[in-house]
């Protein structure tokens, strides 16, 4: 393209407020039925992650990974515009040269754009989900910024405080002992503010904030961008470090703070100790599958 792919807000460079804008990703043709089937046919099964869930935000249980069984490209976009599926198309970045061309050169716009702002890890994946389709509550580990596509959603964020992420689960997230999930209460949703998405828009939260997903109509297609900077990534090694030290030595080890000497002696430690033979990382956390969808005739 020969403009630029983001409208950033120009007084939006805090990393600790929501931010919203416009976006033309769209314009690409990456992301239209023809390319999304495409790209079902030759992506690994093992990424195309398949989803289903409930009418119930607060019934975890009811969001099930399960596979799409022999359909076909075809058939398999079909359900998604039919059912109440989710589809999570992980590392797209690594595995679509296309589209990670697209994440490296809207990230290089947002650096020249946004003072201070440096990704020094990106990836991405992306959403192709049913119109009533949700996202249960959860945070993430990177950074994000969710450019919506195709459809539309509402995106909740909750604030970012122990009451809705608690410091250990957000631990679990980072050495991936949970899947993202987090307690989840009814009540939280008063203190949450909801953001409705339409194609072209783009939203982006403070680093680690809980949030969830409701889709209002039409077949949802989202690119989901992650990122690390410098400063997220001494904020990830910290707690990491917190969990594995108090873990193997019973270090009373909580505090947060990521810059100075301590955090530096905690996380360069931590480096040392996983070294040593023997010594037990978290085990990370996968789900099974549930169902696979079935071709009907």
Do not use: C
């Not at 992301?31 to 935000?57: C, K, S, T």
């Not at 998604?80 to 990670?100: C, M, Q």
């Amino acid at each position: 393209m020969d403009r630029p792919y983001v409208d950033w807000p120009a007084q939006s460079a805090s990393p600790d407020v929501v931010i919203r804008g416009r976006h033309r990703l769209a314009e690409t043709g990456l992301f239209d039925d023809e390319q999304l089937m495409a790209l079902f046919d030759r992506y690994d099964p093992e990424q195309l992650r398949v989803y289903r869930m409930g009418d119930d935000h607060h019934k975890l249980d009811e969001f099930q990974l399960g596979s799409r069984g022999e359909l076909t490209a075809g058939e398999l976009l079909e359900a998604v515009k039919a059912g109440r599926l989710w589809l999570n198309i992980l590392n797209i970045y690594d595995e679509h040269e296309g589209i990670g061309q697209l994440v490296d050169d809207v990230y290089d716009e947002l650096e020249q754009k946004v003072p201070g702002f440096r990704a020094v890890w990106r990836s991405a994946n992306l959403l192709v989900s049913s119109p009533r389709a949700k996202v249960y509550y959860h945070a993430d580990a990177p950074a994000n910024l969710l450019w919506h596509l195709r459809g539309d959603k509402r995106v909740w964020v909750y604030p970012r405080d122990e009451r809705f992420i608690p410091q250990t689960w957000l631990e679990k997230i980072y050495t991936r002992e949970s899947d993202d999930d987090l307690p989840y209460e009814p009540a939280f949703d008063a203190h949450a503010t909801a953001y409705d998405l339409a194609p072209g828009e783009f939203v982006g939260w403070p680093h680690n904030s809980p949030h969830r997903v409701d889709n209002l109509s039409g077949l949802n297609v989202s690119l989901t961008t992650e990122h690390y900077t410098p400063e997220g990534m001494r904020k990830r090694n910290t707690y990491v470090s917190n969990r594995h030290l108090r873990k193997w030595f019973g270090l009373p080890i909580r505090s947060t703070s990521i810059d100075g000497p301590v955090p530096l002696a905690k996380r360069l430690l931590f480096r040392l100790a996983r070294r040593v033979p023997g010594v037990p990382l978290a085990v990370e956390e996968h789900d099974l599958e549930k169902f696979s969808l079935e071709r009907h005739s």
